[in-house]
């Protein structure tokens, strides 16, 4: 009985076996199956870029003369209503745009068509079409993309000004990037003077953003549509996914190497520098959490000042992160390490009695001192409390301040009446008192006085007090009846 019982399970675990073994088998076919589309597709796009580039390249002999642009269409209002639509083109227009181009001619309005293309406001899904359409005017006209060249160059010559609209400038850069680059690939513009407009672009992002840290999604645009292709980069997720069967990734080579390496470093160098700042962030987040523990220790709850700040603080470092493992892919670069804290630093959270601000700097900050303003008016302003005191127990001393002025006016008036000392006389001019007018203060007086001004006081303090006690006993009697 306990041999069939082994025999029944080592079957059982067998098929078991069999059937975990089948399905790693069709997975990683499945895998291999999305391998091989992966790889077709960089292939058919490398390959439709090279000859949109190609195509591009060669239109020096093919043209049309002066005679054939004769015969298209050169009338005003229609060639006038062409040129202001390129000013608000979108993709959805391409094919009534490629439409109307066949069929005009455009010889007198070239400088205004690569004015209005350049300075378009465009999206990123209109990026395409501006780029089809510039392409068409290139194998048409000669002269149109050394203007819409010099267009651009107007636009992003003078760099990112600390005092400009971020969210417009951001938008104008990104924008400003994917359309250069896509016109430096397909060889619409001379490839030097593209790249050094494109890189001075870049460069001047780069550096704003090490400042402020403002236009991540700026770079981050600019890698996910042209790094591929300008910095010869591939996606970690494809090139792994490729590594795994064996297959080469296909690399597009349309600039030349060491252009490449140029973009390249410059995207990775600062992406480098987004590392620390990302380190910094989650450092500080850690701090912020740690001193939020703290106040709910010391008060049980935060203030709404505090929520507000913590929950902005958090999406804007959720959307940093976010943004941050993303490029790493697109960079095959590694993410860097995120320290978390450990139960037991979460445990030795405490109170800091010299630091409330929970700093762990030596440095004293006093502006992190207290947690709102009402804590530190409590501590730090004074209470006048005068008005919480009986008026009583001022009245001896209102008594005797009252006395020493009115002693002093007598003294004043007695000093204006000797007779023989004129107004502008002083003291110093009067006759000398005699010694039977001159008469030594005794202090034993003075300390009487004093002690009758205190037995005062205290008397009426005290008769205060019996009033006042007399009073509530009235007043529980009456409660009591």
Same mark, same amino acid.
């Given at each position: ?8 399970? +080592? ?7 069999? %059937? ?14 999305? *391998? ?5 597709? !960089?292939?058919?796009?490398?390959? *439709? ?18 005679? *054939?642009?004769?015969?298209? /269409?050169?009338? &005003?209002?229609?060639?006038?209503? #062409? ?16 439409? +109307? ?21 465009? =999206? !990123?899904? +209109? ?65 030097? !003077? ?5 890189? %001075?672009?870049?460069? *001047? ?23 591929? %292709? ?12 490729? /590594? ?6 296909? &690399? ?96 030795? +959270?405490?109170? /800091? ?30 209470? /006048?409390?005068?008005? #919480? &005191? ?18 002093? =006016?007598?003294?004043? =008036? ?68």
């Amino acid at each position: 009985m306990e041999g069939s019982k082994d025999e029944s399970k +080592d079957v059982v675990r067998e098929k078991e076996d069999a %059937d975990e073994n089948e399905e790693e088998l069709k997975k990683r076919e499945e895998e291999r199956q999305c *391998a091989l589309q992966v790889a077709e597709e !960089i292939k058919s796009k490398i390959q *439709a870029k090279m000859e949109f580039r190609q195509k591009n390249k060669n239109t020096a002999g093919n043209r049309p003369d002066q005679d *054939a642009l004769r015969k298209l /269409d050169g009338s &005003v209002k229609k060639n006038n209503a #062409f040129v202001k639509k390129l000013r608000t083109l979108t993709e959805q227009q391409r094919s009534v745009l490629s439409s +109307d181009f066949e069929g005009l001619n455009l010889s007198k309005y070239i400088q205004e068509t690569a004015i209005n293309i350049a300075e378009a406001k465009l =999206k !990123i899904s +209109d990026v395409g079409c501006a780029v089809h359409i510039s392409s068409l005017l290139h194998q048409r006209y000669a002269e149109f993309s050394s203007m819409l060249l010099e267009e651009l160059q107007k636009i992003y010559s003078k760099g990112i000004s600390r005092d400009a609209d971020k969210s417009a400038t951001m938008t104008k850069y990104r924008i400003g990037l994917r359309f250069l680059g896509e016109l430096v690939v397909g060889g619409i513009v001379e490839e030097d !003077i593209g790249t050094a407009l494109l890189m %001075d672009m870049l460069m *001047a992002v780069v550096r704003s953003d090490q400042e402020t840290h403002n236009y991540l999604t700026v770079v981050l645009s600019f890698a996910r549509h042209c790094a591929e %292709d300008v910095a010869g980069i591939v996606p970690r997720k494809q090139r792994v996914l490729l /590594d795994k069967f064996g297959m080469q990734f296909p &690399v597009c080579e349309l600039l030349p190497a060491e252009r490449r390496e140029e973009f390249r470093e410059v995207i990775c160098k600062h992406f480098g520098c987004l590392k620390k700042y990302l380190l910094h962030e989650h450092k500080n987040m850690h701090k912020r959490e740690k001193k939020n523990r703290q106040i709910l220790q010391a008060k049980g709850e935060l203030s709404k000042e505090r929520i507000e700040e913590n929950e902005a603080a958090q999406r804007s470092y959720e959307k940093l992160l976010t943004s941050m493992s993303t490029l790493a892919d697109i960079l095959d670069e590694d993410m860097p390490e995120l320290p978390e804290e450990t139960p037991q630093e979460m445990s030795l +959270d405490s109170i /800091d009695i010299l630091l409330p601000s929970g700093n762990s700097d030596d440095v004293f900050d006093p502006t992190s001192l207290w947690e709102d303003d009402l804590t530190k008016s409590f501590y730090e302003e004074i209470t /006048d409390i005068k008005p #919480f &005191v009986p008026a009583i127990l001022y009245e001896g001393k209102k008594r005797s301040t009252s006395e020493s002025s009115d002693k002093d =006016k007598d003294k004043d =008036k007695d000093t204006a009446a000797v007779p023989g000392r004129s107004k502008g006389e002083t003291e110093t001019d009067s006759p000398a008192p005699s010694d039977a007018d001159t008469k030594t203060p005794d202090p034993g007086e003075d300390d009487k006085e004093l002690e009758k001004e205190i037995e005062v006081t205290e008397e009426e303090a005290a008769m205060a007090l019996e009033e006042d006690e007399s009073r509530l006993e009235d007043e529980d009697m009456e409660a009591i009846v």
